[in-house]
C-alpha cells in the first residue's frame, strides 16, 4: 500500500520560511517523478514543484521561482519542499503526489498517488 505522508506545515509569519516533508513508502521511490501541489478552499489543485526522479531535473511554477527549492532523499524515500519569503498567498494545503512518467508532469491528472497534505498558513 503506498503511503505519503507530508508533514512541516504550521502557521508562520510573512517572511518566514518552513521546510515541508514527505515520507513516501509502499513504492520503490527512485523510480517516482515527485511532485507539491498546493490547495486554497474553493480553488482548484495548483503545481508548485516537481522533481524528477533522480533529482536531475526540477521544475516550478512562476509564483514560487526564486522562493521554493525542492529537492529529494531517495535513501531516505523523502521529498522535501523548502519555503523562503513566505507571503499570505502561499497559505495552503499542501501536498506530495508521485508520478511513474518519463518526464516530470505540472498536472493533477498526471500523479498517481497523494499524500493527505499539511497546512501552511502565513499571518501578514
Known amino acids: 500500500q503506498v503511503q505519503l505522508v507530508e508533514s512541516g506545515g504550521g502557521l508562520v509569519q510573512a517572511g518566514g520560511s518552513l521546510r515541508l516533508s514527505c515520507a513516501a513508502s509502499g513504492l520503490t521511490f527512485s523510480r517516482y517523478n515527485m511532485a507539491w501541489f498546493r490547495q486554497t478552499p474553493g480553488k482548484e489543485r495548483a503545481f508548485v514543484a516537481a522533481i524528477g526522479y533522480a533529482a536531475y531535473s526540477t521544475n516550478y511554477a512562476d509564483s514560487v521561482k526564486g522562493r521554493f527549492t525542492i529537492s529529494r532523499d531517495n535513501a531516505k524515500n523523502t521529498v522535501y519542499l523548502q519555503i523562503h519569503s513566505l507571503t499570505p498567498e502561499d497559505t495552503a494545503n499542501y501536498y506530495c503526489?508521485?508520478?511513474?512518467?518519463?518526464?516530470?508532469?505540472?498536472?493533477?491528472?498526471?500523479?498517481?498517488?497523494w499524500g493527505q497534505g499539511t497546512q501552511v498558513t502565513v499571518s501578514s
Open positions: 503526489a508521485a508520478d511513474q512518467s518519463l518526464t516530470v508532469r505540472r498536472t493533477v491528472n498526471s500523479y498517481d498517488y
